[in-house]
């Protein structure tokens, strides 16, 4: 046995040291809390975890009470634009997630309200993909729930995220960047270093620094970056799949009854993506019939916001522009607090709302 052990040595003794490493440097920081994530940060950070750990360190000192809920698409919405249109003593946090879905977004309103706090005000982006992905947790590193919001094991989201540091050799590029300070060029798959990813320590809201370089030139920036743009299908307006079901509307009525009970001034805003596809003409008719129409903001499909490519950063985000112009067209007409909810069903094999419900 001793010489089992003995010759396992060599092997043992750098596995362990890497194994480590992780622990000590912590390169998602997952392990510690931080008053600022992002200070000096070289990798994307898993945002929902982030999101759940400033909440639940800080709430009880901000209070905070107005949320945006969704994908980092939420980054449009500014909170100096947002803040027009709250009471002076609001305070906002944008409770997003990279890549957000459903499961996501009712796990983050059962933890505010499970832990003493009110959604006083509420923006809910919706992106029928990512929205209304089947309702389970992501197994990737930078997408899965913080424990604390999926209910499930704390064991298996810290095993993903030591996976993710031996996957693609990435703590082989990290400890390399970490100790020598130099940039490669095959860092670059994993690591970032242009600060693309900060976020206020506060409110959460998402750093946007490409925005100050477009406004610095616009026409530069488009002409430079055209291969961010795909040329765009010039033929019949195209729909998303229909992605409701079942689960996802047990799930939104969850959501809504949250709101009832919170009397929640809320806006459901259907993304205005660059691909110009609408939401599916069913799914739009659920998350109206269990939100109100009022309370439901659609400019998915082309429109004026889709329709001029200056209006996005990449074919996947579109511009603090576009979030301002939504919001005033949400306060034109609300958002107003919803009535007490009626109970609704929906037919389960079409998820469209039944007749009685329209």
């Not at 995220?161 to 060029?185: C, E, I, Q, W």
């Amino acid at each position: 046995m001793k010489r089992l052990l003995l010759r396992s040595l060599p092997i043992a003794v750098p596995v362990l040291s890497i194994v480590a490493s992780y622990f000590i440097t912590d390169p998602f920081r997952v392990l510690r809390t931080y008053r600022d994530p992002t200070k000096n940060c070289v990798v994307s950070l898993n945002k929902d975890h982030i999101g759940t750990t400033a909440y639940l360190t800080l709430k009880d000192s901000m209070h905070y009470d107005a949320f945006l809920f969704g994908s980092s698409r939420t980054m449009a919405f500014r909170f100096t634009d947002w803040r027009t249109y709250l009471p002076a003593e609001a305070v906002p946090f944008a409770f997003d997630a990279n890549k957000e879905s459903l499961f996501g977004i009712r796990g983050k309103v059962r933890l505010i309200r499970s832990t003493g706090g009110r959604i006083a005000h509420a923006l809910l982006l919706i992106c029928p993909l990512h929205t209304f992905a089947p309702m389970k947790n992501s197994s990737d590193a930078l997408y899965i729930k913080d424990p604390r919001v999926s209910g499930e094991s704390r064991y298996a989201f810290h095993k993903t995220m030591l996976s993710a540091y031996f996957s693609n050799l990435f703590f082989v590029k990290y400890l390399d960047h970490r100790l020598t300070g130099r940039k490669r060029p095959y860092m670059l798959d994993v690591l970032t270093f242009t600060n693309s990813h900060s976020f206020d320590p506060i409110s959460m809201e998402r750093g946007i620094p490409v925005e100050t370089i477009i406004e610095a030139d616009p026409e530069r920036y488009y002409r430079e970056n055209a291969d961010l743009f795909p040329e765009r299908a010039a033929t019949a307006v195209q729909s998303y799949p229909a992605m409701i079901a079942p689960e996802h509307v047990h799930a939104l009525r969850e959501v809504r009854g949250a709101f009832d009970r919170d009397g929640t001034r809320y806006a459901i805003v259907i993304s205005p993506l660059y691909d110009q596809k609408r939401i599916d003409a069913k799914d739009l008719a659920v998350l109206r019939a269990i939100f109100g129409a009022e309370h439901v903001f659609d400019h998915s499909g082309v429109n004026e916001y889709t329709s001029d490519v200056h209006n996005y950063f990449e074919s996947s985000h579109f511009r603090p522009s576009v979030g301002r112009r939504i919001l005033e067209e949400i306060h034109a007409v609300g958002p107003r607090t919803g009535p007490a909810m009626v109970q609704q069903s929906v037919d389960s094999n079409a998820m469209v709302p039944r007749a009685s419900e329209r």
